[in-house]
């Protein structure tokens, strides 16, 4: 992957419009090097200037997109959502195996893969009244180098985090309705407003086809409470609730 890129490549890599990165450029948020006419941003200063380890809050409206943190405080993590409660808190739980289903082609018979799971941590919550047993576990590196964590709802994987490229969090699609991924220039959930939204191949570091280009939810390395959170969200969404914090 290239380190400098025009303004086109970097509204591609941001998941936003080039006039939104001239105008990320113009009010001094998003360092560019200018060579004569030519603008050009590194990807390395991008990601610093975007504070991804420090967490800024990407603000979204249909008019405009400022990629700085507002004035008003920001909640550490992701509060819970309305509609859920813990029933059992979090607890150290055994290694465990998951199998990933997998297309079968000619050059991989396989139709599953299994990830092991070597820290572990198991709990219950109540979504809607319903009683769902929780357990969230994070593998070893994959293929990439980087590991995962995955929130499970009876054994269903209901979301899944990859370790972000500071190493020093994780970061989740945030999709409103259990599907679509929240874009840049969206409405963003109450739930969401206040927390760390970055972009997710910013926070990742991965980019190329497959990968989202909406905006993710990072949360800091030990906060397993808000990935739960993050997958009731998910539940919730896919059952048409409104995304609410709880009060």
Do not use: C
């Amino acid at each position: 992957m290239r380190e400098w890129m025009t303004e086109v490549e970097a509204a591609e890599w941001l998941g936003v419009s080039p006039e939104q990165v001239r105008q990320g450029i113009q009010s001094g948020t998003i360092p560019a090097l200018r060579l004569g006419d030519e603008v050009r941003l590194s990807r390395t200063a991008t990601i610093a200037a975007m504070g991804v380890a420090s967490a800024p809050t990407i603000i979204s409206s249909p008019e405009a997109v400022t990629l700085h943190a507002p004035d008003e405080p920001k909640r550490d993590g992701l509060p819970a959502p309305a509609g859920f409660a813990w029933v059992e808190r979090l607890k150290k739980a055994p290694a465990f195996d998951h199998k990933w289903p997998r297309t079968r082609t000619p050059d991989n018979p396989a139709t599953s893969v299994t990830e092991a799971y070597p820290t572990a941590w198991s709990g219950v919550v109540d979504v809607l009244g319903q009683r769902v047993g929780v357990l969230v576990g994070q593998s070893v590196p994959r293929h990439d180098g980087r590991p995962r964590m995955t929130v499970f709802f009876d054994r269903y994987p209901e979301t899944e985090f990859a370790r972000t490229a500071s190493g020093d969090g994780w970061a989740s699609a945030v999709k409103v309705n259990g599907k679509s991924t929240l874009r840049v220039g969206d409405a963003v959930p109450p739930l969401y407003r206040l927390t760390r939204l970055v972009p997710y191949q910013v926070a990742t570091g991965f980019s190329g086809p497959g990968r989202t280009k909406g905006l993710s939810l990072v949360i800091a390395d030990a906060d397993v409470d808000s990935a739960v959170h993050h997958a009731a969200a998910r539940w919730l969404g896919k059952r048409g609730r409104s995304l609410e914090p709880a009060v």
